[in-house]
């Protein structure tokens, strides 16, 4: 079964620390992964996508790395600030042409 | 100027209405997407469109009927209403529906039915 966990479901910390949110999925046979954040009220914004064969990407203070041996992704957020807070998604899209999300890391960074 | 635009964003209902929700995207995408994000904020796809085509339905009540009037456009029409179908629904696109491709995200519908 196609599934991806998201570790913690929860997360809250002082502002300018840099933190790491873990993803792990359970097959992989995949096309690539994708990070997404959600404000409350609000869509999802896409952050970083790994292709299967990428190791990480970057963008601004993100790093998204993809290690498809291990079945695992991790989102590094460095010097985080208010602003950060929001709901960080991870999503595998599968070779069955399936997008599966993860259940999320609630993260909340306070001045 | 948004890029895939739903309404309504709140549509607040009773047990055993029909109720639609419409979705729009000016991206010239050829594929669009439902997904429902349920109270434990786990999100999962209910159906794709390509180019007006059915092209994923995922085990979902045929009480939920998308219609899909040219490419730009993918409403979600709810028949007979239930409790459980309270949720948070996203409209999405992708350039052709190809695996792996890039999906753009309307900013959701909280549908709540009482």
């Known amino acids: 079964k196609q599934e991806v966990t998201q570790i913690p479901a929860a997360l809250s910390v002082p502002e300018g620390e840099n933190l790491v949110l873990n993803c792990s999925f359970t097959d992989s046979a995949i096309y690539n992964l994708q990070w997404f954040r959600q404000d409350p009220g609000k869509g999802l914004t896409s952050l970083l996508l790994?292709?299967?064969?990428?190791r990480e990407q970057t963008s601004g203070r993100l790093n998204a790395s993809l290690d498809k041996s291990s079945g695992r992704s991790t989102l590094y957020i460095a010097a985080s600030q208010p602003g950060d807070s929001a709901t960080y998604l991870c999503a595998v899209f599968y070779n069955t042409d399936k997008l599966i999300f993860g259940t999320g890391t609630r993260l909340q960074v306070f001045p | 100027d948004t890029a895939v635009s739903q309404t309504p964003k709140y549509l607040v209902t009773q047990m055993g209405n029909d109720k639609s929700i419409k979705c729009e995207q000016n991206l010239g995408h050829d594929t669009m997407y439902w997904y429902k994000q349920d109270s434990k904020k786990f999100l999962k796809i209910m159906f794709s469109y390509n180019n007006k085509e059915l092209i994923i339905n995922e085990t979902v009540p045929n009480r939920f009927s998308p219609k899909s009037p040219d490419k730009a456009h993918l409403n979600l029409h709810i028949n007979s209403l239930e409790l459980g179908d309270s949720a948070v629904y996203f409209c999405?696109?992708?350039?052709?529906?190809?695996?792996?491709?890039?999906?753009?995200f309307g900013s959701g519908t909280q549908l709540s039915v009482l």
């Open positions: 790994i292709q299967s064969s990428q």
């Open positions: 999405a696109s992708s350039i052709r529906g190809g695996a792996g491709e890039k999906l753009f």
